[in-house]
């Protein structure tokens, strides 16, 4: 049975990364040994529900999450400071398997695929996988890349998109992805990917029309985070031609590549 927890932690560093992007440090040593790349946690930002967070990084009882400065709930978690409470919920949801891509003998058997903010769970799973891969990473702007230091210290290949040409190739990430794989030898074994539902579709038909192995994590809209209300429930095949509804807080977020089936 899955654990999870309900608490005050208190805030160890928050600062701005880049205009409208922010990173919060706290420690807590049980959420930290429970947390698992994928899952998230559900703060309270001074909303009636709690907003959902991916956990960026763990590195030993410190907790770190990378968020965009969106709404009403962002807005009122950005104006925390060093020294402040926060009331957190979780860690929730089903997370990334790391190991079931087998042995790798190349870099090239693993690919990660990140849009936007997505790049944040796919920050923590590669600090649980000891060999780097390859990260296709798709922003806006150059001013929307973030979370890439991890990624540089374990020596992983970068192919970074913006639509506005301003870093990397010009266009959207699944056609840079799709573009390398037919200019490649030899196919990933598995793919990871987080990003907005217009991205993880593209990415989903590409991966199965190859015979690519994968996970995706969804984003939705979550309110409870286990499960309860179905508030965010998502088609999942079963067989030809039959389905069943799963919730992302509870089921998901990550999904195996070829369950979802998107509208």
């Known amino acids: 049975m899955a654990k999870f927890y309900q608490t005050d932690v208190r805030i160890l560093e928050h600062k701005t990364v880049l205009p409208g992007y922010k990173s919060l440090f706290f420690s807590h040593p049980t959420l930290a040994k429970n947390a698992r790349p994928g899952q998230f946690l559900l703060l309270d930002c001074g909303t009636f529900f709690r907003r959902p967070f991916t956990i960026s990084s763990v590195k030993g009882i410190i907790i770190e999450i990378l968020y965009k400065v969106i709404g009403k709930g962002t807005r009122y978690l950005s104006e925390k400071k060093k020294g402040d409470w926060l ?67 374990k020596k992983w290949h970068i192919k970074i998109s913006t639509e506005d040409c301003s870093s990397g190739s010009k266009g959207l990430v699944t056609d840079t992805f799709k573009k390398y794989l037919s200019g490649s030898r030899h196919l990933p074994s598995y793919l990871y990917s987080a990003g907005p539902k217009p991205m993880l579709k593209r990415i989903s038909e590409i991966c199965i029309s190859n015979g690519i192995a994968g996970q995706v994590s969804l984003e939705e809209i979550i309110a409870c985070g286990v499960g309860a209300c179905r508030g965010c429930a998502v088609k999942t095949a079963v067989k030809t031609n039959k389905f069943i509804y799963k919730t992302v807080c509870k089921d998901g977020p990550v999904f195996d590549i070829r369950e979802i089936l998107w509208d």
Request: aromatic share 10%; net charge positive.
């Open 87 to 153: 009331n957190v919920f979780g860690p929730l949801g089903n997370g990334f398997n790391p190991s079931p891509q087998g042995e790798r003998t190349s870099p090239e058997n693993l690919v990660f695929v990140a849009g936007g903010t997505g790049i944040a769970s796919l920050r923590f799973l590669a600090q649980k996988i000891s060999v780097p891969g390859i990260l296709f990473y798709g922003a806006k702007t150059k001013n929307d890349i973030i979370g890439l230091d991890v990624f540089k210290q």
